[in-house]
């Protein structure tokens, strides 16, 4: 039988890694081509197609993460794809972005989206540490220990959040629509075939990437669980990553940072909603402390946000050192 896990393999693994990296960025660069011509079309605002088709297009390997976890009964791993994802989101995908060309922020972002991501990231957080506040004798040194449950119920609540969000996006773009009728509109058939190709591209080539990653470190000694919170988050945060820098470089800065916010907003509302739903998640005391940082992170992100009209280069290479102490930290802890 094949074992991708040989180390006789470790070339297909490379050739996997590469190709994969290859359909990554031509999915996002057809992606965004496809997603911009339609926003033009009806004249929808690039940042609201950012926190809606892109976001959910780019979060479509989360979801089948975290999903497969559930239904395997593994979902522990649903909660530190999406903590991970989510922190990514914030340090890399914005930092390097800024990094790139500085980005401008949309008072829609700063108001409402945003805040929105606050909230639910906080909410998670109280779920984490139920156990700590309500069970006696819960130990905080013991990263191994519960330190709270996501409920079934709360799944539902996460699901039920996540079709308000998208109502109410969907009602502000109806207002905030302004068709262009100077400008002549792509083919719409066009339009829809490069969304489609670039999400199957995007998912193929993060799959890809995720797998090839996971094999060639565990041939080189990295543990399943730093595994899981590093190699998994960032590669199946890559379609978000590859989409907000193809979208800045195209000059859709809206598009690049609705993706990030959008992403993050969709990962604890659908994701963990939806795994949780499966099968109700315990929570470890390591994961409620990544959570804790997310939390934080978020915080001082949203500072960045706020001050000023756009998130600068210094802002950003903040924001990627930020990620780069994170990750040591996730290492020898």
Known sequence: MFNWLDPENMLL?????????????????????????????????????GLTIVAMGT???????SVSAALSGSNAIAVSNVVGSNTFNLLVVLGVCALIKPLPIETAIKKRDYPINLIITFGLLIFA?????????????????????LYRWAGILFLIGFALYILYTIKVAKKTSSKDDHAKPE???????????????IVAGGDGVVTSAK??????????????LTIVAVGTSLP???????AATKGENGMAIGNAIGSNIFNILLILGA????????ISVASFFDILILLIVSIGAYFFVCTGSKVSRAEGGVMVCAYAAYMV?????
Do not use: C, Q
Request: glycine share 8%.
């Open 59 to 65: 979060s479509a390997p989360e979801l089948a993460v």
């Open 13 to 49: 693994n490379l050739v996997l890694l590469v190709v994969g990296f290859v359909a990554l960025i031509k999915g996002a660069d057809i992606f965004v081509d496809g997603a911009a011509a339609i926003a033009r079309r009806f004249g929808v605002p690039g940042v609201i197609i």
């Open 329 to 333: 930290y996730a290492i020898i802890r």
């Open 240 to 246: 978000e990553l590859v989409t907000s820098i193809v």
């Open 215 to 228: 094999n060639l470190a565990l041939m080189w000694g990295m543990s399943e669980t730093l595994v899981g």
């Open 187 to 201: 083919p719409m058939l066009k339009s829809v075939i490069f969304i489609v190709l670039g999400i199957v591209l």
């Open 129 to 149: 540490s139920t156990r700590i506040v309500f069970a006696k004798g819960t130990s905080l040194n013991n990263l191994n220990a519960n330190s709270g449950e």
């Open 275 to 282: 795994s949780s739903t499966i099968h109700p998640i315990p």
